[in-house]
């Protein structure tokens, strides 16, 4: 089992910067793939970025360019660097955890943490 913890949310003015930070507990070896997903009320989960154990990235096009995502394996932690937030950014953000071959927003993920919320005020 894998137990993932975020923090880092808060409310920031349009243009500003917040990191979230996610720490993995548990069987953190079984894990190949780790990401950053959002979801805003009344909209659908959308994910946001993804990074495998070979420190490939990919991003949403929403936020390609101002998103940075990182993890330290060592200390079982996975980050996200938000750069340029916009109103439209606003949203509770979820770290997910997957094992298996393929990484990537459009595969499920097995782990999910509670949530942190992220506000941007224009």
């Known amino acids: 089992q894998v137990q993932l913890v975020e923090s880092g949310g808060g409310s920031v003015q349009s243009g500003g910067s917040l990191r979230l930070s996610c720490a993995a507990f548990?069987?953190?070896?079984?894990?190949?793939?780790m990401g950053w997903f959002r979801q805003a009320p009344g909209k659908e989960r959308e994910g946001v970025a993804t990074?495998?154990?070979?420190?490939?990235?990919s991003y949403s096009d929403s936020v390609k360019g101002r998103f940075t995502i990182t993890q330290d394996n060592a200390k079982s932690m996975l980050y996200l660097q938000m750069d340029s937030l916009k109103p439209e950014d606003t949203a509770m953000y979820y770290c997910?955890?997957?094992?298996?071959?393929?990484?990537?927003?459009?595969?499920?993920?097995?782990?999910w943490g509670q949530g942190t919320q992220v506000t941007v005020s224009s």
């Open positions: 997910a955890a997957r094992g298996g071959f393929y990484c990537g927003t459009a595969v499920a993920f097995n782990y």
């Open positions: 990074i495998d154990s070979d420190g490939r990235t």
């Open positions: 548990g069987y953190t070896d079984s894990l190949n793939c």
